[in-house]
């Protein structure tokens, strides 16, 4: 939406109206089902469960609300009643947008310090490497390669 159009806009319905005119199909699929979910929320599992912090979810990790998600996905096709399908997938949602709430990316440690490794698996000692210091985002049971001679790291804290 273009700032002509927006100075154009006289009421909220108008506004309400550009910006849903401006949203691609995919966008405006999703607010109807995100809609779906939030009626879900507040109309059952608010009332059957309770909210934030007084249900048992809270008290759930990531991996549990996963768990629950991966539960509903192996019965996917097999549900007896009807509408429950369509339960599921709001369900789904709903669990998975917990899960992404309750999700802490794991540390990644930083060094900085290129020196050698002796690869155990193949006993080929690289010898020393060149010392360069740069940072790197260092992820455990990896092999990092130094970015100045590409050698195998053993990566050292900065002090």
Known sequence: M???EISSVDTFHEFEQAITNALSNRAKDW???SIKV???IEGYTIPQYGDKGEDQITNWSCEDCLKVVGK???RFG???REGQQQLDFLKMAHEVQLANDKYIEPPVAKFDK???LL???DGVDYGSACGKIFS???YPGTINYCLNCGKPLVIEESK
Request: with cysteine.
């Open 72 to 74: 509903r996905l192996d």
């Open 38 to 40: 939030l009626a879900h």
């Open 2 to 4: 273009n700032d002509k």
């Open 136 to 138: 790197i985002d260092y």
């Open 78 to 80: 097999r549900n007896s």
């Open 114 to 116: 290129c020196t050698w």
């Open 119 to 121: 690869l155990e698996e």
């Open 31 to 33: 607010i109807e089902f």
